[in-house]
């Protein structure tokens, strides 16, 4: 990103501003995370770069975040959120991952070859659709596809009103269908799997060789990790591009209106059942099932439905009893903190 910041091309917005008070406007700076190392935050003000070294009184902020800074640049306040992306942190770790925040519209990446996945497709729409933010699925490297209409009209059918673009990530008149969401002062979040096309993507849209950038497999048609962390970068138009690690382990967690709203169609459909309860196998009267029957309804959809509300609810449900624990922990240190003040006094 260039030295010379304003807040509007750093894509704040209204939203943000009414969250302030008069005080706060006339004496904090205004920050924005744009980069996330292991001890530190690099922001962005008006002024320039600084950073802010992570210690325990800070809360987790994620790249997109907006902070409020004292004049001597130490922390005052973070600003709510007007979008959040997140997932449960990869492994047996029982906690989320935040993965960008602020974000207006998130390019869902797909490669247009072997590694083509719906199922895949549908995981992002749901953390995208949870985190309110506009998704567009942009399926990459149509140059490798013989039958790309084909592969878009699969994906069109998941919903008619989604946004899906076909392009050659390295070729500037084909990525400039992606122009009309990359206006000043909006942010874009890059989503997808490790070599879908998103650093070159990146690169394109920047004009510029920022990100380093990797050819595919041969044995597989699956590309080679290249990104490895996470960072804001300014496009010359002024929206500003957040191009993300891949994830090869993307698993839901506490995301039941992202599934909802990604499955919209199913649940309008299990409305109309006749049981309240139904489970949409072999029950009379199922409008899932008579919409599969008659060609209007994938299978595969109804089963990938299902799969991530059980995951969902697993990980919601244990993050949900870790956050109670951690409350309860809390409790317990302030009483214990509480009492030793009144030891000592006495």
């Not at 922001?43 to 902070?67: C, F, H, K, N, Y």
């Not at 942010?187 to 990100?211: C, D, F, P, R």
Request: aromatic share 6%; with cysteine.
């Amino acid at each position: 990103m260039t030295t010379e910041y304003t807040l509007a091309n750093l894509g704040w917005q209204p939203f943000f501003q009414q969250q302030m008070n008069l005080d706060e406007w006339d004496l904090a700076v205004c920050a924005r995370v744009i980069e996330h190392h292991r001890s530190e935050y690099e922001l962005a003000t008006e002024t320039g770069r600084q950073t802010l070294t992570i210690t325990p009184s800070i809360p987790a902020l994620t790249v997109g975040d907006w902070i409020l800074l004292q004049q001597n640049g130490r922390f005052l306040r973070t600003l709510e959120r007007k979008s959040c992306f997140r997932r449960k942190a990869a492994g047996n770790k029982v906690a989320e991952q935040l993965i960008a925040a602020n974000v207006d519209t998130a390019f869902i990446l797909c490669s247009l070859n072997d590694d083509f996945n719906l199922n895949r497709i549908e995981r992002y729409l749901s953390i995208v659709n949870d985190a309110d933010a506009e998704p567009v699925v942009v399926l990459s490297k149509m140059d490798l596809c013989e039958d790309s209409g084909s592969l878009r009209a699969m994906v069109q059918q998941l919903d008619n009103l989604l946004c899906v673009e076909v392009i050659n990530c390295q070729d500037t008149a084909s990525v400039a269908a992606l122009l009309p969401w990359c206006q000043i002062g909006r942010t874009i979040v890059l989503l997808g799997s490790s070599g879908a096309g998103k650093s070159t993507l990146t690169n394109t849209l920047l004009g510029e060789e920022i990100q380093a950038t990797n050819t595919i497999r041969e044995d597989d048609a699956k590309g080679r990790h290249t990104t490895t962390s996470r960072s804001l970068l300014a496009m010359p138009d002024g929206a500003l591009i957040l191009d993300t690690p891949g994830m090869r382990e993307i698993q839901l967690a506490d995301c039941e209106q992202g599934v909802s709203a990604t499955f919209a169609d199913i649940e309008q459909l299990a409305e109309q059942c006749r049981f309240g309860n139904c489970q949409h196998e072999s029950e009379p009267g199922c409008s899932v099932k008579k919409a599969i029957d008659a060609g209007e309804l994938d299978q595969r959809r109804l089963l990938n439905y299902r799969k991530l509300l059980r995951e969902q609810a697993l990980h919601g449900a244990s993050l949900a009893e870790r956050r109670a624990n951690d409350r309860a922990l809390s409790r317990f240190y302030s009483r214990v903190q509480k009492e030793a003040t009144h030891i000592k006094r006495g």
